[in-house]
């Protein structure tokens, strides 16, 4: 992998991520007011912080390769505890009544696919030069 790839990938897609939130956010603001606004930045906030928390279990099993069960394992508990954090989080916001649930749900799936996309196009880019 060359050097400059981890970098990009690990600024890349939370920036675009948080452009499309942005955007999102302006759509959601001129059809629902603040409510709206509201609802896409917790939106694009749980996507970030899903993702980019996702990326720490990997950083921290690097060179240790000959631990491969024991990677798996701290994979899908820290892959769960994220998942329920993130359930958790969005009940806590719906009980409140500050959001919208529909703009909630369309700017996590638009910036789902945003930081998706983004990371396999940086890394098919690395995998090719």
Known sequence: MPAGTRPRRLVGAPL??????????AVAGAQLGSRGVVSA???TAVVVLFFWSGVLPILLS????????????????????RLALALLLLRLADRAGQVD????????????????STQVALLSR???T
């Open 101 to 116: 649930g529909g703009a909630i749900g369309l700017t996590i799936i638009v910036c789902t696919v945003v930081w998706t």
């Open 41 to 43: 930045l917790l939106g």
């Open 16 to 25: 675009l991520t948080l452009l499309a939130g942005a955007v999102c956010a």
């Open 62 to 81: 690097r060179g240790q390769e000959d631990k491969a069960a024991l990677g798996l394992a701290v994979l899908l508990v820290s892959y769960t505890l």
């Open 126 to 128: 690395s995998q090719s």
